[in-house]
């Protein structure tokens, strides 16, 4: 399984962004995959944002940025979308894409494959 995150940038605080995540490969299935958003930030753990779960059709967010934040996802595509509305300077992260198999994952060691990091930065 291949994931590919693009979307990151330089925004100013208030802004938004989006971020995608394609997930590619023979096994892939997004009937039984959930997809997931991490963040790290600069000399901070990795931290769980967002989960969206295809077969459950249920998502579930951090609550840091709950109402700032949505989380969808093109089935046919196998591709999740990260809509950032009103963007902080504590935003400013390296965001990961991430799937799961089955449940949405709020702890790294749920994860089951990780995409490359895109990195957003929010200037104050």
């Known amino acids: 399984v291949q994931l590919q995150a693009s979307g990151g940038g330089l925004v100013q605080a208030g802004g938004s962004l989006r971020l995608s995540c394609a997930a590619s490969?023979?096994?892939?299935?997004?009937?039984?995959?959930?997809m997931n958003w991490f963040r790290q930030a600069p000399g901070k753990e990795r931290e769980f944002v967002v989960g969206?779960?295809?077969?459950?059709?249920?998502?579930y967010y951090a609550d840091s940025v709950k109402g700032r934040f949505t989380i969808s996802g093109d089935y046919a595509k196998n591709t999740v979308y990260l809509q950032m509305n009103s963007l902080k300077p504590e935003d400013t992260a390296v965001y990961y894409c991430?799937?799961?198999?089955?449940?949405?994952?709020?702890?790294?060691?749920?994860?089951?494959?990780w995409g490359q990091g895109t990195q957003v930065t929010v200037s104050s």
């Open positions: 991430a799937a799961s198999r089955w449940a949405i994952a709020t702890a790294q060691a749920k994860v089951d494959y």
């Open positions: 969206l779960s295809w077969s459950g059709g249920n998502t």
């Open positions: 490969g023979r096994t892939f299935s997004a009937s039984t995959y959930s």
